[in-house]
């Protein structure tokens, strides 16, 4: 069975924290991506990477950074959580051909206080 | 550019009737369409995707979807409904002038009464 794991379901941060939101997937995909959620704007693209130590801005990168030094894992930071960032952060991956869909984690709800 | 749509927030049927959840789109290619479904507390579900051919695509849990180029719609369906079809459903497109990039729609949440 595929797999997509988050690190932690729940957190909750200070303003102003450095905060590290893993994820690993065990199915060998090229594309990784990171999603937040927020209700009735959908998921937005964060950021996302095509292979390994590549990376390239989504829809809404400011406040954020990521780091993929391997295959299976794609980190997304934020650099210094805001109260404005608290939301629902999904990690995705899929393979590098057009055609395929996305295996989801089950997410991270993070509340930055 | 790219963009996706689902016209309504909410969708409430009776279980046992048939359902839809409507999605319509816009891409400067040939689109690849998705549809996901999301229960609560998780990460999101594929359903079925549209690629080509066949205008009627069949899914996971007896769900499918019409792909229709002249209106720019892929409608999910269910010829009956079930209270455990309770969810929120998201549409996506993605297209090759879009590059990696999916689209999500801002989703659907269905109710289904018993």
């Known amino acids: 069975d595929v797999k997509v794991t988050q690190s932690s379901r729940y957190l909750v941060k200070r303003t102003g924290e450095k905060v590290f939101l893993e994820c690993v997937q065990d199915?060998?995909?090229?594309?990784m991506f990171w999603y937040r959620q927020d209700p009735g704007l959908g998921l937005r693209l964060i950021y996302f990477?095509?292979?390994?130590?590549?990376?390239e801005k989504g829809d809404i990168p400011e406040g954020y950074s990521v780091s993929r030094e391997k295959k299976e894992r794609f980190s997304l930071i934020l650099e210094s959580a805001s109260t404005n960032q608290t939301s629902m952060y999904l990690c995705?991956?899929?393979?590098?051909?057009?055609?395929?869909?996305?295996?989801f984690g089950q997410g991270t709800r993070l509340t930055v206080v | 550019a790219q963009s996706v749509a689902q016209p309504e927030d909410q969708v409430n049927v009776a279980e046992g009737n048939p359902l839809t959840v409507k999605c319509t789109y816009s891409?400067?290619?040939?689109?690849?369409l998705f549809w996901y479904v999301q229960y609560p507390n998780r990460g999101l579900q594929f359903l079925l995707k549209?690629?080509?051919?066949?205008?009627l695509v069949k899914g996971s849990y007896g769900f499918e979807a019409e792909f229709n180029k002249s209106q720019t719609s892929f409608h999910l369906k269910k010829p009956s409904a079930l209270v455990s079809d309770s969810a929120l459903y998201f549409c996506?497109?993605?297209?090759?002038?879009?590059?990696?990039?999916?689209?999500f729609g801002a989703g659907t949440r269905l109710f289904v009464k018993a």
């Open positions: 995705a991956s899929r393979l590098g051909d057009m055609n395929t869909e996305a295996f």
């Open positions: 199915m060998d995909h090229e594309n």
């Open positions: 990477s095509y292979d390994v130590k590549m990376k």
């Open positions: 891409v400067s290619g040939n689109p690849y």
């Open positions: 549209y690629i080509t051919g066949d205008n």
């Open positions: 996506a497109v993605r297209d090759e002038g879009g590059g990696f990039k999916t689209i």
